[in-house]
Nanobody
Framework: QIQLVESGGGLVQPGGSLRLSCAAS????????MGWYRQAPGNQRVLVAV???????TYADSVKGRFTLSRDNARNTVYLQMNSLKPEDTNVYYC????????????WGQGTKVTVSS
């Protein structure tokens, strides 16, 4: 089992910045990738950014150049630095971790609300 605790959401004006944090605990050695998804009401949860155990990072096209995903291995924590925020970035953001194949398990945080509004 993996537990994920998120922090850092809130209200920010367009063009502003926020940093989300996600700390993992439990069976952390089974984690193969960690990242963030977001979900608007009535929509599916979609990938924002993910980093693999090997350090490869992937971003959604909509956030490339604005968001940066990083990790602190000593703290088992990933950070999502969000700059140049737009109203369309308003969502609930969920931290995710995945175990390695052949059986991939998804674990989710509780979600943190990000609102971009003037």
């Amino acid at each position: 089992q993996i537990q994920l605790v998120e922090s850092g959401g809130g209200l920010v004006q367009p063009g502003g910045s926020l940093r989300l944090s996600c700390a993992a605990s439990g069976d952390i050695f089974s984690i193969n990738a960690m990242g963030w998804y977001r979900q608007a009401p009535g929509n599916q949860r979609v990938l924002v950014a993910v980093i693999t155990r090997a350090g490869t990072t992937t971003y959604a096209d909509s956030v490339k150049g604005r968001f940066t995903l990083s990790r602190d291995n000593a703290r088992n924590t990933v950070y999502l630095q969000m700059n140049s925020l737009k109203p369309e970035d308003t969502n609930v953001y969920y931290c995710n971790s995945k175990t390695a194949p052949p059986v991939v398990y998804d674990y989710w945080g509780q979600g943190t609300k990000v609102t971009v509004s003037s």
